[in-house]
C-alpha cells in the first residue's frame, strides 16, 4: 500500500487536474488514514473505519478524474459505478453487491499482473526452447541430446535477432474461446468457489494454429507464465487488496436521493439506499474467489445535487459519507489551464497525434485564449459540460486538419501554427448558430 503523504499526493493530483483542492485534499488525507491505520494495533484498528466522501459539484468538474487518479497513483482496485443503475425493482440486491465483485475482478488483474512480471524471465526462457523444439521439428522431445546442442545454439541466436519472426510454425495452445453459457438463477450471487467447480469440470480444451514465430512468442508466452503464477497466492493477494486498498466511485448518487415527489420511483430510490447502506457500512460478500470483507474499501460518492441534495439520502447513508467536498465550476481561466498545464493536455496530445504524420503544430498564446473563451461560451449557452466541452471545441478546431495531415507533409506543408483567428473562424459560425452549435458542440 502506498505511503505516500497527503502533500504528495495532492501534488501528483495537480499534474493532472487543475483546481479542487479541497476535493483533492480530503481524498489524500482519506488515503492517508488507510497508511496510518496499518500502523495501529490491529485489535485498535479494526475499529477504525474509512472516512467516505461525497463530492458535490456539476459534470465535468473533475469528480470522476480525482478518484481515478487517485486509484492509479496508490495501486489500488478501483471501480466506479453509476448508482442509477441499481434502481431495477427486483435485481437491486444482487446489482450493489456486483461493485464488489467487479472490483475484486480488477484487484485479481493487478495482483496477477505483478506476478507475471516476477517470473517473465523464467517464462521467457521457457518460450524460447519451446520455439527452438518447434523449429527444429521435434516438439515431443524438448530436451535435445548433447548432438543438437550446437544446432539448438544457433537456433536461438536467429530467435535473438529475430530473423525468424515471420517463419510459420504450428503450435498447441489453450483454447480460450467462451463455453456455453450456463443459465443458473443467481449464479453470480454462488457461494465461494461453486463457480470455479463448474469451470474445473470441463477439460482444458487445446486447438493447433500456425502463426509466425513473433505471434507464437507472445502466444506461449501467456501459457508459460501461466504454468508459473500461484493462482492460490494470486488471489489471496488481491482479496486482501481489495478489502484494505479498494476504492469504489459511486457516479450519481443524488439520482437515488429521495425527492418530495412520492410514488413508486421514491421507493425504489429507497430501496437502493437500504440496499448500499450494510455494503458501505461493512459486510461480507460472496464471489466465486472467496468472502469479501467491505468494512475497510474506501467509498467515494459524487453527484451534482441540482434537485436534491445529501440530506435528502437516509440519514443512516449520510453518516457512512461523513465527509462532504463542494466542487467549484471551471471557468475561463480555469479552461486555459486545462489546456496547457496538465502533463496530458489536450493541446499536447493534439501535437503528438499529428507529430506522428510528421506534422508540427503550435499553438500561439492568443489562440489558447480563445480557446478556453468559446468553450466557456459554449457551456454558458448551452448545456455545461465542464472541461469534457474543451474535447468538443478542440475537435472542431482540428477536423479538417486531422483529416488532411497524413497528405500535408508530402505537399511540403509540415508545420501549421493555430492562432485566434484560426480557432474563431472555425467555431464562432456554430456559437451563433444555436441550434447547429448544440447539435456539433
Known amino acids: 500500500m502506498s505511503d505516500l503523504t497527503p502533500r504528495q499526493i495532492v501534488a501528483e493530483l495537480d499534474r493532472h487536474i487543475i483546481g479542487q483542492n479541497q476535493a483533492k485534499r480530503a481524498v489524500a488525507v482519506a488515503v492517508r488514514n488507510r497508511w496510518r491505520r496499518r ?88 518460450v524460447e526452447e519451446r520455439l527452438v523444439t518447434l523449429l527444429l521439428g521435434d516438439e515431443s522431445n524438448p530436451e535435445s541430446d548433447e548432438s543438437h546442442e550446437f544446432v539448438r545454439k544457433r537456433m536461438r541466436e536467429k ?50 494454429r ?25 488471489i489471496e493477494q488481491a482479496i486482501e487488496r481489495t478489502e484494505n486498498a479498494g476504492i469504489i466511485f459511486i457516479d450519481e448518487i443524488d439520482k437515488i436521493a429521495a425527492s418530495d415527489r412520492q410514488g413508486n420511483a421514491d421507493v425504489s430510490r429507497q430501496g437502493v439506499q437500504r440496499d448500499l447502506l450494510p455494503i458501505v457500512e461493512g459486510s461480507a460478500v460472496n464471489t466465486r474467489h472467496g468472502v469479501v ?81 468559446l468553450a466557456a461560451e459554449a457551456n454558458a449557452t448551452m448545456e455545461n459540460i465542464g472541461a469534457r466541452r474543451l474535447m468538443t471545441v478542440m475537435e472542431q478546431v482540428f477536423e479538417e486538419i486531422a483529416f488532411e495531415a497524413s497528405e500535408m507533409v508530402p505537399r511540403g506543408e509540415t508545420s501549421i501554427e493555430i492562432t485566434d483567428t484560426f480557432v474563431r473562424e472555425r467555431l464562432e459560425r456554430l456559437l451563433q448558430d444555436e441550434d447547429l452549435g448544440r447539435f456539433i458542440l
Do not use: C
Not at 530473423?163 to 498447441?172: A, G, K
Not at 508466452?221 to 492460490?232: F, I, N, V, Y
Open 39 to 126: 500502523q495501529l494495533e490491529p485489535d485498535f484498528a479494526r475499529e477504525v473505519v474509512p472516512r467516505n466522501i461525497v463530492m458535490i459539484g456539476p459534470t465535468g468538474v473533475g469528480k470522476t478524474e480525482i478518484a481515478r487518479r487517485l486509484a492509479r497513483l496508490v495501486k489500488a482496485p478501483f471501480v466506479k459505478v453509476e448508482a442509477s443503475k441499481f434502481t431495477e425493482v427486483g435485481y437491486v440486491g444482487r446489482d450493489v453487491e456486483s461493485m464488489i465483485r467487479d472490483l475484486l475482478e480488477i484487484g485479481i488483474s493487478m495482483v496477477r499482473q505483478e506476478h507475471a512480471e516476477s517470473v517473465r524471465v523464467a517464462a521467457e526462457a521457457a
Open 293 to 373: 470483507h467491505t468494512d475497510q474499501i474506501l467509498f467515494v460518492a459524487a453527484g451534482a445535487f441540482h434537485t436534491a441534495s445529501v440530506s435528502d439520502l437516509m440519514p443512516e447513508l449520510q453518516g457512512r459519507f461523513p465527509i462532504r467536498v463542494e466542487l467549484d465550476a471551471l471557468t475561463r481561466d480555469d479552461f486555459r489551464r486545462i489546456l496547457t498545464e496538465p502533463d496530458a493536455a489536450i493541446t499536447k496530445q493534439q501535437t503528438a497525434l499529428l507529430g506522428t504524420e510528421g506534422l508540427t503544430i503550435t499553438f500561439t498564446e492568443p489562440s489558447i485564449d480563445a480557446l478556453a473563451d
Open 159 to 208: 530467435l535473438a535477432d529475430g530473423s525468424l519472426d515471420d517463419r510459420e510454425i504450428e503450435i498447441s495452445v489453450r483454447d480460450t474461446s467462451p463455453l456455453p453459457a450456463i443459465n443458473m438463477i443467481g449464479m453470480d450471487q454462488a457461494e465461494s468457489g461453486m463457480s470455479s467447480l463448474l469451470e474445473n469440470l470441463v477439460p482444458e480444451r487445446r486447438s493447433r
Open 210 to 234: 500456425r502463426v509466425t514465430v513473433d505471434r507464437a512468442r507472445i502466444l506461449l508466452l501467456e501459457e508459460e507464465t501461466e504454468k508459473l503464477l500461484d493462482q492460490t497466492k494470486i
